[in-house]
């Protein structure tokens, strides 16, 4: 009986709001047609448009480096769509829309970090899924994005009553399941489910909402149940939120990476892409870096406490960033031109690297044209490839460019096992891109190698494997060495750039081989 007087109190106060614009026509026709197979792009992008602010911020998302990875701009949301993809574009216009609805009703309220918290889970449960080979990464997203939609309905309906569960929760004398039974006569898994549904959403996906449901689902649809519900725990431990210590994160992790098949250290690095995702998604919508960023404080577990520091330092260096490169009043015109040339030499460079894997070139032509395009195409001042040798076991320079090339090579003569290499081979090992922006910020001069900062003199740098249908083949640097100069998202973009294209040119040649 209580469970009825919840769901009738919910679906009152909505009622009273004219239901919520998530769920208007304008998105319910976006759904319609990504889904239809005789739907063809500039029908979505009609859709889309129907919608004048869903298309401007949809367009603003679209141009991050997150999801455009080409660096040309996109201005037509038809483009946006050939680009991006029916399914992704439909989620981000599902995202958007649950952000802006909330927001707009409740901008005060504790909302906004549940908000933050499902783009998360759904962004980190997406991530994983690509890296698992689930056929359906799209619908992983949308598990991700609703499976805490019924606390998020609580909090906006309900909202005193939330209060006092909230407060239960932090005395822990009750679990959270136990409150949210007493307080609601059911789960929210349940009222989120109950929504779902009668909002349309598929049946797999509201049956992936809850632990019962989703017993009766298969295969990758079971899988989306166990990466939403994972990712959803591991975000209660990263905010703090696990309050009893109700959850395990060695637990939490060891049962991801069941179901993905990698290994701890991959699935963190999943987790760093996700937070760039919310970090670009944070600067269209105004979201405050300090709900995004989680709480420096100890736990037990020191891989915990250490992906925490990690996320919580990224969050701050981007908002640091963000607010030093506010575009002045007057800009400079030869910044201008400056960023003009560039723009046409990337092109030059992409054409190039295109002509070379036509022409059937050789690896080391393709690697030495990337590592110099690096350099010539930003205001990266150094760049260099490391060759992955001696059975996986040392890293020496192969190609390097730009200013003092010789001191990259002296320092990157290195063995697995020496004091100083630690952290490359530890780079090498996860799979991960690392970005360090500033490498004079306190936090990381500590934990960076003293003879690496001594001798290489990094400002800013950034390193990423080169890895070729699985096989690791070395690792590619890049730094800055002017006095207060720090890597820009401009910078990092164009190395990234770089990178895949390298990546996928070393790909086809080696599957013509």
Known sequence: MKYQQTLNSIYSRLDRLGDLPVFSATVNRIRQVSSSRQSDAMALAMAVMK?????????????????????????????????????????????????????????????????????????????????????????????????????????????????????????????????????????????????????????????????????????????????????????????????????????????????????????????????????????????????????????????????????????HSREHRQRDTQPAAEPASPSVDRQSLWMEQQLQYLQKLNDLIAQQASASQLIEVAVKAVVDCCGLERSAFCLLGGLGRELKVRFAAGYDCTTLEHFFQLRQGDADSTLFFRILSKRMTLLVPDANEPGWRERLPDRFLDQVQPQGFIMAPLVVKERLIGLLYADKLSTGSTVEDEEFRVFNQFLVQLRLGLEVMQGRR
């Open 51 to 315: 919608d004048a602010n869903l298309s401007t911020k949809l367009l603003k998302i679209a141009n991050t480096p997150t999801y455009n990875r080409s660096g040309g701009h996109i201005s037509a949301v038809s483009r946006a769509v050939v680009l991006i993809g029916f399914e992704r574009i439909q989620n981000l216009c599902v995202t958007l829309k649950l952000i802006e609805s909330f927001r707009d009703e409740q901008p005060d309220s504790l909302i906004e970090p549940l908000l933050i918290r499902a783009f998360l889970n759904a962004s980190m449960a997406r991530e994983m899924a690509a890296a698992a080979n689930i056929r359906d990464i799209e619908e992983t997203y949308i598990c991700g994005l609703l499976y805490g939609l019924g606390e998020i309905i609580v909090a906006f309906t309900l909202p005193d009553t939330y209060r006092d569960m909230l407060r239960q929760r932090v005395a822990a004398r009750e679990s959270w399941g136990r409150i949210q039974l007493q307080a609601l006569g059911g789960n929210f898994s349940d009222i989120g489910q109950d929504l779902a549904q009668g909002w349309g959403f598929p049946k797999s996906v509201v049956q992936a909402m809850d632990p019962m449901t989703a017993d009766q689902l298969t295969g990758g649809r079971k899988a989306n149940y166990s990466l939403a519900s994972g990712c959803h725990d591991l975000l209660e431990l990263i905010y703090q939120r696990d309050t009893a210590d109700e959850l395990d994160y060695d637990k939490l992790m060891n049962g991801l990476a069941d179901v993905t098949g990698q290994q701890p250290e991959q699935l963190e690095a999943h987790m760093d892409e996700s937070f760039r995702q919310l970090c670009d998604l944070a600067e269209e919508y105004g979201l405050a870096h300090s709900v995004i960023s989680p709480k420096m404080t100890e736990s037990e577990n020191e891989s915990l406490n250490d992906l925490t520091r990690r996320l919580a330092y990224y969050v």
